[in-house]
């Protein structure tokens, strides 16, 4: 997808012209005034797609990436119906990956060996000062002192547990992105026939958790493979068109390709991306940036400002290392 999804084609219209006695007239009898009008009734292609899509909760996403384009699909969630995708497989064909976590688990073994080191000095520490406190012990609390500590301790107890709850409720009630992938791979389809054709022949997927899969695989035809404008996402010109400069960055793409991003990331368990695009990170101000500066007024001003203080090579890199990431967990089907 090379050019941009916003570009606006102005047409000449021009004044309608009588036809020449010469040319015949069209004859209402043969029938084609009759198919317009039926046209003209029948709801659009796009409403009836929204349909399906909206009673099902699930969406249509086209992606395009440096390899190509594809279609694949997208619903959210609360975070507790949901079991997330298994990376086991993923993960141990990744050569890099395997290193990397030799490398983790090697530190964590020397951060083991110093953290007993430290322990062991604290129980000598501890050992020493309670053989030195034997000869003076302290005066020990009135049984209503200690029935008082003890009914405050059981009060922050019962405080604290309510609270540890609510927030697991909350976590749990959050909606989550999932996508059409398996395994830790993301499903991408080069034409919606062989989208559709995977989602009939049953073949096992995340998405098949949800409790409207069945339905959408008994209902769903090619021709409803048609993705919003919102849910199209070009991340194949995000790097260009940050080497671009300021000037030409394009907030829309951008934004969007930020949502897109941080939505596979958190779907199919990718860290190193959710750590690139979290909140306080450079890519994320430059995110913050933009949304400021396409809501206009004085926060479009300042955010103006602050994108002239993101260095364009710095968000470059960045972006090609997510893209990169992306297209390195995409399986592609045609």
Same mark, same amino acid.
């Given at each position: 997808?090379?050019?941009?999804?916003?570009?606006?084609?102005?047409?000449?219209?021009?004044?309608?012209?009588?036809?020449?006695?010469?040319?015949?007239?069209?004859?209402?009898?043969?029938?084609?005034?009759?198919?317009?009008?039926?046209?003209?009734?029948?709801?659009?292609?796009?409403?009836?797609?929204?349909?399906?899509?909206?009673?099902?909760?699930?969406?249509?996403?086209?992606?395009?990436?440096?390899?190509?384009?594809?279609?694949?699909?997208?619903?959210?969630?609360?975070?507790?119906?949901?079991? %997330?995708?298994?990376?086991?497989?993923?993960?141990?064909?990744? %050569?890099?990956?395997?290193?990397?976590?030799?490398?983790?688990?090697?530190?964590?073994?020397?951060?083991?060996?110093?953290?007993?080191?430290?322990?062991?000095?604290?129980?000598?520490?501890?050992?020493?000062?309670?053989?030195?406190?034997?000869?003076?012990?302290?005066?020990?609390?009135?049984?209503?002192?200690?029935?008082?500590?003890?009914?405050?301790?059981?009060?922050?107890?019962?405080?604290?547990?309510?609270?540890?709850?609510?927030?697991?409720?909350?976590?749990?009630?959050?909606?989550?992105?999932?996508?059409?992938?398996?395994?830790?791979?993301?499903?991408?389809?080069?034409?919606?026939?062989?989208?559709?054709?995977?989602?009939?022949?049953?073949?096992?997927?995340?998405?098949?958790?949800?409790?409207?899969?069945?339905?959408?695989?008994?209902?769903?035809?090619?021709?409803?493979?048609?993705?919003?404008?919102?849910?199209?996402?070009?991340?194949?010109?995000?790097?260009?068109?940050?080497?671009?400069?300021?000037?030409?960055?394009?907030?829309?793409?951008?934004?969007?390709?930020?949502?897109?991003?941080?939505?596979?990331?958190?779907?199919?368990?990718?860290?190193?991306?959710?750590?690139?695009?979290?909140?306080?990170?450079?890519?994320?101000?430059?995110?913050?940036?933009?949304?400021?500066?396409?809501?206009?007024?004085?926060?479009?001003?300042?955010?103006?400002?602050?994108?002239?203080?993101?260095?364009?090579?710095?968000?470059?890199?960045?972006?090609?290392?997510?893209?990169?990431?992306?297209?390195?967990?995409?399986?592609?089907?045609?």
């Amino acid at each position: 997808m090379g050019s941009p999804k916003h570009t606006e084609v102005s047409v000449a219209r021009q004044s309608p012209q009588r036809p020449d006695a010469d040319e015949p007239e069209l004859d209402e009898t043969d029938g084609t005034l009759d198919e317009v009008e039926e046209d003209a009734e029948r709801p659009s292609a796009r409403e009836a797609d929204r349909a399906l899509w909206d009673e099902l909760r699930i969406d249509p996403v086209e992606i395009a990436l440096p390899a190509g384009t594809g279609f694949t699909l997208r619903a959210y969630r609360p975070a507790r119906e949901l079991t %997330p995708t298994d990376v086991a497989e993923r993960d141990q064909d990744d %050569p890099f990956l395997a290193r990397r976590q030799a490398v983790e688990t090697d530190d964590e073994d020397d951060e083991v060996v110093i953290l007993d080191e430290e322990l062991a000095a604290e129980f000598a520490e501890a050992d020493a000062e309670e053989a030195d406190g034997k000869s003076r012990r302290r005066k020990p609390a009135a049984d209503g002192d200690a029935d008082d500590t003890a009914d405050g301790d059981a009060d922050a107890e019962a405080t604290e547990e309510p609270d540890d709850a609510e927030d697991e409720d909350e976590a749990g009630d959050e909606e989550v992105p999932v996508f059409l992938s398996h395994r830790g791979k993301l499903l991408l389809f080069k034409t919606p026939e062989s989208l559709v054709s995977f989602v009939r022949s049953g073949a096992p997927n995340d998405m098949s958790q949800l409790d409207s899969w069945n339905e959408l695989s008994e209902r769903v035809e090619p021709a409803d493979i048609v993705p919003l404008d919102e849910d199209t996402y070009e991340l194949d010109l995000v790097v260009e068109n940050l080497r671009g400069g300021h000037d030409t960055w394009d907030s829309t793409l951008l934004i969007e390709a930020g949502e897109v991003a941080r939505d596979i990331a958190y779907a199919l368990r990718l860290p190193a991306v959710l750590d690139m695009l979290s909140a306080g990170s450079s890519l994320d101000d430059l995110d913050e940036a933009l949304r400021a500066t396409a809501n206009g007024g004085i926060g479009g001003f300042l955010g103006r400002r602050r994108l002239k203080k993101i260095g364009a090579q710095t968000a470059s890199l960045g972006w090609r290392t997510i893209v990169g990431k992306i297209s390195a967990v995409v399986d592609w089907r045609d």
